[in-house]
């Protein structure tokens, strides 16, 4: 069995080129999995300790951690699954690829984020009035574990594949919770010497704004992949001039710009060409505008030339 993986890992080093190829699950050894897969396990146990740890020691800051770490939890285990399945390109069903099933699981995330993250606020605002004990040494104990965790974690992906854009979003991410576990620690020593309870639901509402602020960022962007927006850093009236800077190209119309997961940008549009232009001019432009797109980011162009002698019913479409 060792063997049969040994081959397999050789002969996929060598004919990967990460695009469009199949894989034989199971058999392949991709290291960028496997550091996630620890880095899912560390989260999914972490937020367990959380949980419970929260509820013995009666602080709503380390309940508001752990809702947080479910979400990373999620967004790991999505990551995880889809990046793979979104990579594999088009099946008889999704012409366009499995793309947006990531975009679909960040938005499932960020939607349990900010209900999580409401239900924290309710719960920490009283809190703050009307402070409790909390049992400040577990809530140290749990910080330092918390920081031990998040550094394990980051140390893990630190050795894997560096070029993995989703692998480097998820240390940073990482690096953020542990500055999070920085906070309660201080917190937690604080309580520890003065006795002031409300630290505990205060850091709990900083937790549950830090929360909110990316859930509702990641929803708005989620919502405007889903209802065909224009994608983000796409200018239509720089790009339209780029085109019509194109030598030959007299008139563009019908220009429709989306995107299937935010990095993946969608364009259509129809190019005008003078009425005597000939076949060898129309695929020369065609060229030019295709090179123009592709250097402004549009990863799958789709372009109609026509002649400015033809009417066309969507001009103004
Ligand atoms: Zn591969
Ligand atoms: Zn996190
Ligand atoms: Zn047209
Ligand atoms: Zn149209």
């Given at each position: 069995m060792e063997d049969i993986?040994?081959?397999t890992v050789h002969r996929h080093d060598a004919g990967c080129d990460g695009h469009g190829h199949h894989h034989h699950d199971g058999m392949h050894i991709h290291p960028v999995a496997n550091n996630m897969k620890v880095a899912l396990a560390l989260n999914v146990s972490f937020?367990?300790?959380?949980?419970?740890?929260?509820l013995f020691t009666n602080s709503v800051a380390i309940i508001s951690d752990a809702i947080h770490d479910l979400g990373d939890s999620l967004a790991i285990a999505s990551a995880l699954v889809l990046e793979k399945e979104s990579e594999r390109g088009r099946t008889a069903t999704f012409t366009y690829g499995k793309r947006r099933f990531s975009t679909l699981a960040a938005l499932i995330t960020s939607l349990i984020l900010f209900v999580g993250s409401v239900v924290i606020t309710i719960n920490a605002i009283p809190r703050f009035f009307h402070p409790e004990e909390?049992?400040?040494?577990?809530?140290?104990?749990l910080a330092i574990l918390g920081l031990l965790f998040n550094g394990a974690a980051v140390l893990r992906l630190k050795k894997g594949n560096k070029s993995s854009l989703n692998q480097k979003a998820v240390m940073l991410h990482l690096?953020?919770?542990?500055?999070?576990?920085?906070?309660?620690?201080?917190?937690?020593?604080?309580?520890?010497?003065?006795?002031?309870?409300?630290?505990?639901?205060?850091?709990s509402l900083g937790i549950a704004a830090f929360i909110l602020f990316n859930a509702v960022k990641n929803i708005s962007n989620?919502?405007?992949?889903?209802?065909?927006?224009?994608?983000?850093?796409?200018?239509?009236?720089?790009?339209?001039?780029?085109?019509?800077?194109?030598?030959?190209?007299?008139?563009?119309?019908?220009?429709h710009i989306?995107?299937?997961?935010?990095?993946?940008?969608?364009l259509t549009s129809h190019i005008v060409v003078p009425a005597d232009s000939d076949i060898t001019l129309m695929r020369r432009v065609r060229e030019d505008v295709l090179q123009k797109l592709k250097n402004l980011n549009i990863q799958h162009p789709t372009i109609q030339i026509e002649t400015s002698m033809e009417t066309c019913r969507f001009t103004n479409c």
């Open positions: 993986n040994q081959e937020t367990i300790i959380e949980f419970f740890g929260g909390v049992h400040v040494q577990g809530v140290l104990w690096m953020e919770d542990a500055l999070g576990w920085i906070a309660v620690l201080i917190g937690g020593i604080v309580m520890y010497f003065t006795g002031w309870y409300w630290i505990d639901p205060l850091l989620g919502l405007s992949i889903f209802l065909q927006a224009k994608p983000h850093g796409i200018d239509e009236g720089k790009l339209l001039n780029e085109l019509l800077a194109i030598p030959h190209v007299s008139d563009i119309h019908d220009l989306w995107t299937m997961d935010g990095e993946k940008h969608i």
